[in-house]
């Protein structure tokens, strides 16, 4: 079965930076779309970023130019870089992913269970 799991949440000051990863396991033959989420408490879960099969990559205006989401399909992974992190930035970190489990099958949409992300001095 088909799991997501992130990690690389912490703790970091106003201005720095963090890696957060997800790992994908389980029987896959491709993902599509992957990205990231957050949410924070008393908050809409929001889009952070995705990227495509090809690396086509879109962000909300928020973190425009401080993350950087990647993905290394051999891995069955994606990643968001985050700098200049904001006290605005604490929330808990999603990852998304539409996977297709079979050649020729039909596409999933997985989560992952989030990783908490605290910006504060």
């Known amino acids: 079965q088909v799991q997501l799991v992130e990690s690389g949440g912490g703790l970091v000051q106003p201005g720095g930076s963090l890696r957060l990863s997800c790992a994908a396991s389980?029987?896959?033959?491709?993902?599509?779309?992957m990205g990231w989420y957050r949410q924070a408490p008393g908050k809409q879960r929001e889009l952070v970023t995705t990227i495509s099969y090809d690396d086509t990559t879109n962000y909300a205006d928020s973190v425009k130019g401080r993350f950087t989401i990647s993905r290394d399909n051999a891995k069955n992974a994606v990643y968001l870089e985050m700098n200049n992190l904001k006290p605005e930035d604490t929330a808990v970190y999603y990852c998304?992913?539409?996977?297709?489990?079979?050649?020729?099958?039909?596409?999933?949409?997985?989560w992952g269970q989030g990783t908490q992300v605290t910006v504060s001095s």
């Open positions: 998304n992913a539409n996977i297709v489990l079979r050649r020729f099958g039909p596409s999933f949409g997985y």
């Open positions: 389980g029987s896959i033959f491709r993902i599509n779309f």
